[in-house]
T-cell receptor, first 116, second 115 residues
């Protein structure tokens, strides 16, 4: 089973709203990722969690706030977003350093976010 | 630095035609190489991978060989189907000091297969 599950699949939010994207995996992976993908572009890394600790933040604005409550779950809290933040947000997971084969990242289906 | 260059699309083929999507990379050390596929309206799916020189990754009729001498990882399929229409991303795995990997993507190549 190489499944990463993301909810919701579609989200429309106003610029003053607070919402969250959720991600879950049951592959025993201890590294989880958030990527942002704009139309006709490759995914861009936002955050990496390793063993539930934030290890990489690619200079993402503070209106995006990640959270990793346990080894299976990853959230992305959204507040005061701008229309240009509209994109496909992809969660991914992989084995982490010390787990063995850490060289394959598995992606979820993504959450389509529209900011109005 | 590390980078991936893949052929510009879109690529339009007739069903049963032969497919090649070129991918070359620049990297320090010995990266792992991947092809991901993204069908319309969906997330990324791992198509195949290779972790060392001369490895051949294969899946669903697609193949790619890790060529260190030419720093290439070209994707091929002998006979494409309409259902192969998608965007294909070549990527390499970058390591942060050996602690955790990350992917460097090419720009993607859109493939359209006509009946």
């Amino acid at each position: 089973d190489t499944e990463v599950t993301q909810t919701p699949k579609h989200l429309v939010m106003g610029m003053t709203n607070k919402k969250s994207l959720k991600c879950e995996q049951h592959m025993g992976h201890r590294a989880m990722y958030w990527y942002k993908q704009k139309a006709k572009k490759p995914p861009e890394l936002m955050f990496v969690y390793s063993y539930e600790k934030l290890s990489i933040n690619e200079s993402v604005p503070s209106r995006f706030s990640p959270e990793c409550p346990n080894s299976s779950l990853l959230n992305l809290h959204l507040h005061a977003l701008q229309p240009e933040d509209s994109a496909l947000y992809l969660c991914a997971s992989s084995q982490a350093a010390g787990q063995g084969n850490l060289n394959t990242i598995y992606f979820g289906e993504g959450s389509w976010l529209t900011v109005v | 630095g590390n980078s991936v260059t893949q052929m510009e699309g879109p690529v339009t083929l007739s069903e049963e035609a032969f497919l090649t999507i070129n991918c070359t990379y620049t990297a320090t050390g010995y990266p792992s190489l991947f092809w991901y596929v993204q069908y319309p309206g969906e997330g990324l799916q791992l198509l195949l991978k290779a972790t060392k020189a001369d490895d051949k990754g294969s899946n669903k009729g697609f193949e790619a060989t890790y060529r260190k001498e030419t720093t290439s990882f070209h994707l091929e399929k002998g006979s494409v189907q309409v259902s192969d229409s998608a965007v294909y991303f070549c990527a390499l795995m970058r390591n942060y000091g050996g602690s955790q990997g990350n992917l460097i993507f090419g720009k993607g190549t859109k493939l359209s297969v006509k009946p």
